[in-house]
């Protein structure tokens, strides 16, 4: 089965601090999201990416997809405070989406 | 639009009882998608509802039941529950073959005690 595994699972960044999230996948990519999740809430769609050598921006997040579609980055340029919160990259496989265990981003004032 | 809402917000229950937590999808969705959320984990997928059935399921033992209605609403039931039972469950709402658009509800914080 696909496994989807994130780095790193923590991070503290100092506020207008540029930042990378990886993800990596065990197979091929068909379909890959990022959301992002507030400390016990529910889940905010940031960006699909589905071709290799993909790249979406929303705002001040980048995230980038792979050639080989097995690997996807996020990136925050200039963070601040409200970026904080647990970043998770997802799989498309079988009409269900599989889920890394997160990203936990702390942005210091 | 209300997006999908979910009910209870939180929940405390003892080892042992049966609980059901339940979601209304957005407006112009009919899949349905349960996940558990264990803390410090990615939710993982428990089943998926399409046209009252359950079209997939995930690894999670036959303690975990669901429906969905007529109006495309879902429940999610869990029989014998156990102190592993405890997390965040979040329900998602997608239209047939779209899952690219699946929004999430804030989830149900279930505590087994």
């Known amino acids: 089965s696909q496994e989807l595994e994130q780095s790193p699972q923590s991070l503290i960044v100092q506020e207008g601090k540029n930042l990378t999230i990886n993800c990596t996948s065990s197979k091929t990519l068909y379909g890959l999201y990022w959301y992002k999740q507030k400390y016990g809430e529910g889940l905010i769609f940031l960006m699909m990416?589905?071709?290799?050598?993909e790249e979406k921006s929303h705002e001040k997040i980048t995230a980038k997809l792979d050639e080989k579609k097995q690997q996807s980055s996020l990136h925050i340029t200039a963070s601040q405070p409200s970026h904080a919160g647990i970043y998770l990259c997802?799989?498309?496989?079988?009409?269900?989406?599989?889920f890394g265990k997160g990203t936990r981003l702390h942005i210091l004032p | 639009d209300a997006g999908v809402t979910q009910s209870p917000t939180h929940l405390i229950k003892t080892r042992g009882q049966q609980v059901t937590l339940r979601c209304s999808p957005k407006s112009g969705h009919d899949t349905v998608s349960w996940y558990q959320q264990a803390l410090g984990q990615g939710p993982q997928f428990i089943f998926q509802y399409y046209e009252e059935e359950e079209r997939q399921r995930g690894n999670f033992p036959d303690r975990f039941s669901g429906h969905q209605f007529p109006n495309y609403s879902s429940e999610l039931n869990v029989n014998a529950l156990l102190l592993g039972d405890s997390a965040l469950y979040l329900c998602?709402?997608?239209?047939?073959?779209?899952?690219?658009?699946?929004?999430f509800g804030p989830g149900t914080r279930l505590t087994v005690t």
């Open positions: 998602a709402s997608s239209s047939a073959g779209q899952l690219y658009e699946q929004y």
């Open positions: 990416l589905q071709k290799g050598g």
């Open positions: 997802g799989a498309d496989t079988d009409d269900k989406i599989i």
